[in-house]
C-alpha cells in the first residue's frame, strides 16, 4: 500500500504487512516539538504490524501481478481524507478527519473518491493524468517550466548575508552556468513574521537591490517566506496579538513547530491579518520584484479545528487566500504544507523532506519522525512521489550537493541525489558557492545542463 505522509515533508513510500507506522515517542515529541510538523496529535499511529494508513490519495498493488488499485480523494475541502489498512487482517476503511466541523441544518457532507485501476504499476503515470483532472481542469499547472538554480538555505542558513548572496550570485556569472532561479532563504527579516522589517545589518542595500541584482543575470529572483509563520519575538505577537491563532477553551496562543525558538501562527481569519498579508505580498512581488515565491511551513494555519470547521477545511481556505493574496503576479513554491491542498493552485511543490549534507539522522528515524531533515528521507519520498511531476504541478525535491566543504555525502550519494533531483524533478536547486569547486565538481555540475526533461 502506498502510504501517502500528512505532508510533503513527512515519509511517503510504500509499505507492506512487515511495516508498520508509530507516533514520535512521548519523550522525543516533549523535547523536540517535532509532532507539532505532522498528523501525530490528532490521527491514532497504532504501531502494529501491517497497520498502515496514507492521506490524500493511496493505492493498493498486487506483488505479484503488479495489479495496481488506486483511490484519491476529491472532497479535500471538507476535511483531510485517511486511507486505513490493517494489512494482516485483509481489512480497508476511509476515515474523513472533521473534528470541529458543524453543520447547517439542510447541509451534508460526503466523501468523493476517485478509483482508477491498471494492470501494471506502469499506468500509475495515466491514472495521475486522470485524477489531476478534477484539481486542474484546465492544465494550467500540469506542464511548468523546467528550472535550475541556486538558494542561500543549505550553505548558508539563517546566516546569510547580502555579501554571501553577491558572492554566489557573482561565481555563477562568472562561470557562465545557464541557471533559471536564483532564490534568498530565510535569514533576510529582522524576525519571523516582520517579513518588511529587513535585517540592515546583513542586508544593508535592502530587497529591492538584490532582486535588481539578479534580474540584471537574467535569472528570476526567488525570496522565501513563512507568511502564516510569527516567530515568538516578532512584533506582531506585542503591537497586534489579535492576528494570532489562539485556543478557544482559554485565548492562549497556539504553538505552531520549534523553529527559531518557536513560533506562533497567523489566524488566517483575522480581517487586519489578512490586509497585513497582502502588504507583504505587494510589496515583496511588485515592488522589491521577487517573481519566485517559496512558501514555507504552511500548515501552520491549520493547527487547530475551530469556527465549525475541521483542519483540512482551514488548509484549504489558508491555500484559497495564498492565492487570493497572490494574484498569479509570481511563480508559488510550496513547502511544509499538505500536498492535495496545493494541487491546482501552486506550480511547484516540494514532494520531499528537507534534504542534508549527510545521509540520515538516525536518533530521528528510530524516533519515528517522518518530517526529519535527511537526504535518505527526501529521496524515499521523491521516488515515490514521482507521478506527481509535470501531471499536478512542478515536482521540488529539494537541494543536491556537489561540494566537498560542509558536506558528509559520499561521493556515490553525492551523484545519486543529484541524478535523482534532475531526473524526477522539474524545480532543482543547490546552495553551493561554485567558485569552491574543483574541476571533477565542476564536471558533475555542468552535466545537468541542459537539463533532462523526463517523460
Known amino acids: 500500500m502506498m502510504a501517502e505522509g500528512f505532508q510533503c515533508w513527512s515519509t511517503t513510500k510504500e509499505m507492506d504487512n512487515y511495516n508498520r507506522l508509530a507516533a514520535i515517542p512521548s519523550v522525543v515529541a516533549w523535547f523536540t516539538k517535532f509532532n507539532l510538523q505532522g498528523d501525530y496529535d490528532f490521527f491514532n499511529y497504532s504501531g502494529q504490524l501491517g497497520h498502515i494508513h496514507s492521506t ?258 482551514i488548509m484549504w481556505d489558508a491555500m484559497d487566500l495564498i492565492t487570493e493574496l497572490t494574484h498569479k503576479r509570481a511563480l508559488l513554491l510550496g513547502s511544509g504544507v499538505t500536498l492535495p491542498s496545493t494541487w491546482g493552485r501552486l506550480e511547484y511543490s516540494r514532494v520531499s523532506s528537507d534534504a542534508s549534507p549527510w545521509w540520515d539522522d538516525s536518533v530521528l528515524r528510530l524516533s519515528h519522525v517522518r518530517e526529519r531533515v535527511s537526504t535518505n528521507n527526501a529521496i524515499t519520498s521523491t521516488l515515490n512521489r514521482w507521478p506527481m511531476g509535470s501531471t499536478i504541478f512542478g515536482s521540488d525535491p529539494d537541494v543536491f550537493f556537489v561540494r566537498s566543504n560542509n558536506n558528509k555525502l559520499t561521493e556515490e550519494e553525492k551523484h545519486t541525489l543529484l541524478s535523482i533531483n534532475i531526473v524526477f524533478g522539474q524545480l532543482t536547486l543547490m546552495s553551493d558557492n561554485v567558485n569552491l569547486y574543483d574541476k571533477q565538481e565542476h564536471k558533475l555540475y555542468s552535466s545537468i545542463f541542459p537539463k533532462p526533461e523526463a517523460q
Open 56 to 313: 490524500g490519495y493511496t493505492y493498493l498493488r498486487d506483488t505479484h501481478s503488479n495489479h495496481i488499485v488506486f483511490l484519491g480523494s476529491v472532497s479535500e475541502e471538507s476535511g483531510y481524507t485517511y486511507y486505513k489498512t490493517e494489512l494482516n487482517n485483509n481489512k480497508f476503511s476511509i476515515y474523513k478527519d472533521i473534528d470541529g466541523k458543524n453543520l447547517k441544518k439542510g447541509e451534508t457532507l460526503s466523501i468523493k473518491i476517485y478509483i482508477g485501476r491498471k494492470e501494471n504499476i506502469k499506468g500509475l503515470r495515466s491514472i495521475w493524468k486522470h485524477y489531476a483532472e478534477y484539481y486542474d481542469p484546465k492544465h494550467e499547472f500540469s506542464n511548468p517550466r523546467h528550472l535550475t538554480g541556486w538558494s542561500s538555505w543549505y550553505n548558508y542558513y539563517e546566516r546569510v548575508t547580502e555579501n554571501d548572496v553577491v558572492t554566489s550570485l557573482n561565481a555563477f556569472k562568472d562561470h557562465k552556468y545557464p541557471i533559471d532561479v536564483f532564490q534568498i532563504d530565510d535569514g533576510f527579516e529582522s524576525q519571523i513574521g516582520d517579513w518588511l522589517d529587513i535585517d540592515t545589518l546583513k542586508f544593508p542595500r535592502g530587497m529591492k537591490a538584490l532582486a535588481d541584482d539578479i534580474k540584471e543575470q537574467n535569472y528570476i529572483p526567488g525570496l522565501w517566506l513563512a507568511p502564516y509563520a510569527v516567530g515568538f519575538r516578532s512584533k506582531i505577537v506585542t503591537n497586534h496579538p489579535e492576528w494570532l491563532l489562539k485556543y478557544p477553551e482559554n485565548g492562549s496562543f497556539v504553538v505552531a513547530g520549534p523553529n527559531w525558538g518557536g513560533f506562533y501562527a497567523i489566524d488566517i481569519y483575522n480581517t487586519e491579518a489578512r490586509r497585513y498579508l497582502q502588504h507583504v505580498f505587494d510589496q515583496v512581488i511588485d515592488v522589491w520584484g521577487y517573481k519566485l515565491l517559496k512558501l514555507d511551513f504552511l500548515f501552520a494555519a491549520a493547527m487547530i479545528p475551530r469556527l465549525g470547521k475541521s483542519r483540512g477545511e
